[in-house]
């Protein structure tokens, strides 16, 4: 008689009510401890209201007065004035005692010559300092305006700008006369021109 091994039987029962009783013990661990489930929490936002203002267009105001109407003649009434009123009846005499404008300030007429090269003092200018001028302690910068010829030789002054009724004026344009000069120079030709010279007193 063979040996029937009772474990042998009972192997697929066993091994069926092992399954079930993990799958058992699986869902109840889920729904036991739900780890897995997520929560979402939304958070509440204030909410921002956009409201629609319409801007009504504004106006240029222009305050500029309108300019003023042309005059025009209207006939008068006046029986005081004739009709036949000519330039012969007319009064001139009071018009010969207003004084008449004065005349334009005559003096020498300076043209303006181009130049490449300026005018150059061949030696300093050294003017003598008036005496009166010493003793007063008068002192300044006076403008002299000279035209030197062609050949480097000064023909006639003007001032400027100078320092009345203390000899400086004179001295500045007397040493501006006695000094040669190398003259000006338009496209390697020497030419006559007009240029300003200053001369400085002061008193050491």
């Known amino acids: 008689m063979q040996f029937i091994n009772p474990l042998k039987i009972k192997y697929p029962i066993v091994i069926r009510l092992t399954v079930l009783c993990g799958i058992f013990l699986i869902i109840l ?27 009504p267009q504004t106006q240029q105001i222009d305050n500029t007065p309108p300019p003023a109407r042309p005059s025009i003649p209207v006939p008068s009434d006046d029986e005081d004035i004739a009709d036949d009123l000519t330039l012969d009846e007319l009064d001139f005499d009071d018009f010969s005692n207003m004084d008449a404008p004065p005349p334009p300030p005559s003096g020498p007429k300076v ?92 008193l050491k």
């Open 111 to 202: 043209v303006f010559i181009p130049y490449d090269d300026p005018p150059v003092a061949m030696s300093p200018i050294r003017p003598k300092y008036p005496e009166i001028a010493q003793e007063a302690g008068i002192e300044g910068v006076v403008v002299v305006q000279a035209f030197i010829d062609e050949k480097g030789r000064v023909k006639e002054t003007i001032i400027l700008k100078g320092v009345p009724n203390t000899g400086l004026d004179e001295a500045a344009m007397e040493a501006i006369r006695s000094t040669r000069f190398k003259p000006a120079k338009q496209r390697e030709r020497s030419v006559g021109v007009w240029i300003s010279i200053p001369v400085n007193f002061r």
């Open 29 to 55: 661990n889920f729904l036991i401890f739900p780890r897995f489930i997520n929560t979402l929490e939304f958070e509440e936002t204030e909410q921002i209201i956009i409201e629609n203002i319409d801007i």
